[in-house]
């Protein structure tokens, strides 16, 4: 059985499309932390985001995580947001290895603006609103085992680039 391998970075840097794909080829499970967040409440995150808020969201998304903490042979994608609450980073770093995907803004933008399922980019300038996070989130990011940059790079070779580092 392997640690677990916990994917972090901001939305549309390829953590569930990546993540299902490093887990395929380890012979590993995947699991989602906003679809296990969804999941147990029977809401989507922008109905938690609307009826609650972004705090009871992250309560929820910890739960989840402390759940998943305690298994074993996961590939985990995680929300961007993820990192933010305290204890979070220490957490996912003691149960496995830590890795960040990146991307620029620009492409983030790209790949996401057509999604409604993202409330914090529901704003007039989602991209001055991405570039703002990243920057914010931007001490946690960094602070991992191995960043994958993937704004150029395929699914299949960030995969790749992935396995190489935890192998
Ligand atoms: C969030 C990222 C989303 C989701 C929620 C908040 C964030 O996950 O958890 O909308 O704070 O960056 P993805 O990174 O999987 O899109």
């Known amino acids: 059985m392997r640690k677990n391998i916990y994917l972090i970075g901001f939305m549309g840097t390829g953590k569930s499309t990546v ?3 490093v887990a395929q080829k380890l012979g590993m499970e995947f699991c989602d932390t906003d679809a296990m967040v969804e999941e147990k409440s029977g809401m989507t995150i922008s109905q938690i985001f609307d009826e609650m808020d972004e705090d009871a969201f992250r309560g929820m998304e910890t739960d989840v995580l ?3 903490t305690e298994r074993k042979n996961l590939v985990v994608s995680t ?3 993820i990192v933010v609450t305290r ?3 220490e957490l ?3 149960a496995g290895s830590l890795i960040t995907l990146m991307a620029s ?3 983030i933008f790209d790949r996401i603006k057509d999604d ?3 409330p914090l980019l529901q704003v007039a300038n989602p991209l001055d609103e991405i570039k703002q ?3 914010d989130r931007a001490p946690f990011y960094i602070n991992t085992d191995c960043i994958v940059e993937t704004t150029e790079l395929s699914p299949e070779d960030a995969a790749e680039e992935i396995i190489r580092f935890v192998e």
């Open 19 to 21: 993540g299902r794909l």
């Open 66 to 68: 402390k759940e998943i």
């Open 79 to 81: 929300g961007g947001g």
């Open 87 to 89: 204890g979070n980073m």
């Open 92 to 94: 996912m770093r003691s």
């Open 105 to 107: 803004p620009e492409q």
């Open 116 to 118: 409604k399922g993202r």
């Open 133 to 135: 996070l990243i920057y």
